[in-house]
């Protein structure tokens, strides 16, 4: 089952102007190890969600924890443009 690991404080904007919060999403696999992705829910809660592919693989939960609070703006700017398109 997926597990919210962070919310971002950063909020993203995409080309049209539209505004998204960013949350990191994470599941462990059968062989333990877990793969993270992130979701771009709509600031207005009007639009769709937009999610990524899987963004990351880390040995643990924690592992994934580290990665995601270590994600910078322009980061996620690159995962929403990767994830529009993708519509949860």
Known sequence: MAELIHEHSTTVKDD???????EIW?????DGTWE????????????EVLRTQRETSQPSRAAVEYW???L??????????RARGRLL
Request: proline fraction near 5%.
């Open 16 to 22: 049209d102007g539209a505004i998204y919060g960013a």
């Open 68 to 70: 995601a609070t270590g």
């Open 36 to 47: 993270g992705w992130l979701e771009f829910r709509p600031a207005d809660d009007g639009g």
């Open 26 to 30: 994470a599941e462990q696999r059968l």
């Open 72 to 81: 910078e703006p322009i980061y996620l700017d690159g995962a929403l443009a």
